[in-house]
Nanobody
């Protein structure tokens, strides 16, 4: 079964930037939808962004659009979440998720992703 490895979280100040990385263990991302979700304390898991690896199409939650960028590096078989203009409300555990059988209408729902990373903490102080 696919395992995902995340890295890049940390403690930053409001307005700072941070880049998260996600790499699958044991296989390529080819043919997968790769998503980023986050879960703040006491909140439900929330969609952040997603990318269809093959086509490169991207999707964003409204609150991060214009600040976050999801991208891929095919040579490194890695998906990135570049975060700029971070706000305290971005504080959460960020999870990478992937699946190869997601239809577009389901792309924002975490229940549709079979493979997940362990999560990486992003904390933004004011």
């Amino acid at each position: 079964q696919v395992q995902l490895v995340e890295s890049g979280g940390g403690l930053v100040q409001a307005g700072d930037s941070l880049t998260l990385s996600c790499t699958p263990s044991g296989r390529s991302f080819r043919g997968f939808t790769v998503g980023w979700f986050r879960q703040a304390l006491g909140e439900e898991r929330e969609f952040v962004a997603a990318l269809k690896w093959n086509a490169g199409h991207t999707y964003y939650e409204d609150s991060v659009k214009g600040r976050f960028t999801i991208s891929k590096d095919s040579a490194k078989n890695t998906v990135y979440l570049q975060m700029t203009g971070l706000k305290p409300e971005d504080t959460a555990v960020y999870y990478c998720a992937a699946d190869n059988r997601i239809i577009q209408s389901s792309i924002r729902g975490f229940v549709h992703y079979d493979y997940w990373g362990q999560g990486t903490q992003v904390t933004v102080s004011s």
